[in-house]
């Protein structure tokens, strides 16, 4: 599976940004999905993990803001982030699991290549 991720850019706090992932070949549709960010000097953090049915998990900093959502068809996973914030400045990365749902780095076995989003005050 490889992951191709976009969408990132400038924009001011409270503005808005779509990022997308797609991914290539034939078994997006039995994979968990997550978008991940890691912003300079920091780990890399779970921003939400949706599984292959659509269930959904996120980060409490992101709740109410953000939205992910998953066209199995097109094997591409998407994440809207509104209500933008200087804090959400990160790069972030798109990442695919085995398993049903995954909340850890160390569940996802491909990654892409992480796209930049700042977010200025």
């Known amino acids: 599976v490889q992951l191709q991720a976009s969408g990132g850019g400038l924009v001011q706090a409270g503005g808005s940004l779509r990022l997308s992932c797609a991914a290539s070949?034939?078994?997006?549709?039995?994979?968990?999905m997550g978008w991940f960010r890691q912003a300079p000097g920091k780990e890399r953090e779970l921003v939400v993990a949706?599984?292959?049915?659509?269930?959904?998990h996120y980060a409490d900093s992101v709740k109410g803001r953000f939205t992910i959502s998953r066209d199995n068809a097109e094997n591409t996973v998407y994440l809207q982030m509104s209500s933008l914030k200087p804090e959400d400045t990160a790069l972030y990365y798109c990442?695919?699991?085995?398993?049903?749902?995954?909340?850890?780095?160390?569940?996802?076995?491909?990654w892409g290549q992480g796209t930049l989003v700042t977010v200025s005050s």
């Open positions: 070949g034939r078994t997006f549709s039995s994979r968990a």
């Open positions: 949706i599984s292959r049915r659509g269930n959904t």
């Open positions: 990442a695919a699991s085995v398993y049903y749902i995954a909340l850890r780095t160390d569940q996802y076995d491909y």
